[in-house]
C-alpha cells in the first residue's frame, strides 16, 4: 500500500505547485522555487518535490533546465487551452520513438501480466483495485494530472507483481517516456474513454489468476493505446 500512499504525496505536491504557478505572482518565464524551498513550504521530502516537477513539465506547466532550475510555463487558467494543443505537437515530434516505446512494452507488459497471476499477493490486488478507484476518480473530475500518476501506477504495479527483477528493471529504463506519454495523451480527452475499461478488465483477469486473459487483456489494451497515438498523428 505504500506506493498510493507515496502518489498521493506527490498529487498533492502537484496540486500547490499549480496552485503557486496560477497565483498570478509569477509570470512565463520566471524561475520558480527551488526543490529545497517547495520541499519546506510543502513539508514534504525533496524525491516528493522532483517527482511533481517531472510531471508537471511532462504535462507543460514548467520547464527544466539542468542546472539552472524550473521556470514557469503556464501561469493563467486561460493559457490550459494550450495544453491539449502543445501536448498534440509532443506526440507528432516524437511519434517514431513513441513508436518504438510502444512496441517494447507490447514485448514485456503481456508476459509480465501473465507472470504476475503466479506470483501476485492479495496486497497486490488490493493495490490494483485503490489505484482503479482513483483512476475513475480523476476521470470524473477530468484531473489529467491524476489520470497520468494512476496511469503510469497501474502498470507499474503490475510489473513488480511479476516478482522479476528484471522486468522491473527494464520498465524503470522506460518509465520517463512513460509518464511523458501518458501525460499528454490524457490531455486528448479520447484517450481516457477506453483506458479504465480496460484496466478494470485487467485487473479481473489478475484477481481471478486467469494467466491467459492477464496476458490477452493487457495486449488489446496496449494496441488501443497504439490506435490511439495514430489517431492523434493522423487525424489532428
Known amino acids: 500500500m505504500q506506493s498510493v500512499k507515496r502518489v498521493s504525496l506527490t498529487d498533492n505536491a502537484i496540486n500547490e505547485i499549480k496552485k503557486y504557478l496560477l497565483s498570478g505572482k509569477i509570470k ?7 526543490e529545497k524551498e517547495l520541499s519546506e513550504h ?20 514548467i520547464d527544466i533546465i539542468p542546472g539552472r532550475g524550473a521556470f514557469a510555463v503556464i501561469t493563467s487558467e486561460e493559457e490550459n ?3 491539449r494543443s ?16 510502444q512496441e517494447l512494452r507490447m514485448c514485456i507488459e503481456p508476459f509480465a501480466a501473465k507472470l ?8 497486490d490486488i488490493g493495490e490494483l483495485k485503490k489505484i482503479l478507484d482513483r483512476f475513475e476518480k480523476a476521470f470524473d473530475s477530468e484531473n489529467y494530472t491524476d489520470l497520468a500518476l494512476y496511469d503510469e501506477l497501474f502498470h507499474s504495479t503490475i510489473i513488480k507483481a511479476s516478482k522479476n527483477r528484471l522486468l522491473h528493471n527494464i520498465f524503470k529504463q522506460t ?9 499528454k495523451s490524457f490531455l486528448v480527452i479520447e484517450s481516457v474513454k477506453h483506458t479504465h475499461g480496460e484496466h478494470k478488465a485487467i485487473y479481473e483477469a ?20 497504439i490506435r490511439h497515438m495514430e489517431d492523434i498523428v493522423n487525424k489532428n
Open 116 to 123: 504476475a497471476t503466479k506470483n501476485i499477493t492479495d496486497n
Open 42 to 61: 510543502l513539508n514534504v521530502g525533496r524525491s516528493t518535490v522532483r517527482e511533481a516537477l517531472r510531471t508537471l513539465k511532462a504535462i507543460g506547466y
Open 206 to 225: 489478475l484477481k481471478s489468476r486467469d494467466s491467459d486473459g492477464a496476458e490477452q487483456t493487457m495486449i488489446a489494451h496496449l494496441l488501443s493505446t
Open 28 to 34: 512565463p518565464g520566471d524561475k520558480i522555487m527551488t
Open 81 to 83: 487551452v494550450l495544453l
Open 175 to 183: 518509465v520517463t517516456v512513460f509518464k511523458q506519454y501518458s501525460a
Open 86 to 101: 502543445k501536448a498534440i505537437t509532443w506526440i507528432k515530434g516524437n511519434e517514431i520513438e513513441l513508436k518504438e516505446y
